[in-house]
């Protein structure tokens, strides 16, 4: 479900509120793979299904980093923030792997607003994204986002 804000204004009555969650996505063999050419990581544990049977986790695990790009599919679907002429994509705070996802595991991501700054011509929101995994008590990845948001 997304939660629309009509102006970036509104983000300030938002605060230490829960703002919602993505779709569930499944990460599948292939996702992985894609991700390790784009970045050059073949580790085993992520691209060698038979070896990776042998290994700590039973089966190959997704890229904490792999887990880290979904936030940014993830976040449009959290929240919706309207009448801006741009947003942009600050940075990251507080970046935590808790639990290896593995594959044909399903996450989703929850967003909660931490934060929100005023800045130069516009607002900055901090938005906490849990990514969770479909049946695990701990969470694949959590990261402090933070978005500019100019408006109109």
Same mark, same amino acid.
């Not at 580790?43 to 190959?60: N, Y």
């Not at 990845?141 to 978005?147: A, E, G, K």
């Given at each position: ?12 009555? *938002? ?20 991700? *390790? ?62 639990? *290896? %996802?593995? %594959? ?14 005023? %800045?130069?011509?516009?607002?900055? *929101? ?27």
């Amino acid at each position: 479900m997304t939660t629309i804000f009509k102006t970036p204004l509104d983000l300030e009555a *938002a605060v230490g509120t829960k703002l919602g969650e993505s779709e569930w996505l499944t990460i599948d063999q292939d996702r992985i793979n894609l991700f *390790a050419d784009a970045t050059g990581d073949h580790q085993w544990i992520h691209v060698d299904p038979v070896k990776a049977k042998e290994g700590s986790f039973g089966t190959t695990i997704a890229h904490g980093y792999l887990t880290l790009s979904l936030v940014n599919m993830f976040l449009p679907e959290i929240v919706d923030v309207q009448g801006i002429s741009m947003g942009v994509n600050y940075g990251c705070e507080k970046i935590r792997f808790p639990s *290896a %996802v593995k %594959v044909n595991s399903r996450v989703r991501g929850v967003g909660e607003l931490t934060q929100v700054e005023h %800045v130069k011509g516009g607002v900055q *929101a901090t938005i906490r994204v849990t990514v969770e995994i479909e049946g695990s008590d701990r969470p694949g990845c959590v990261v402090d986002t933070i978005s500019r948001y100019y408006p109109k």
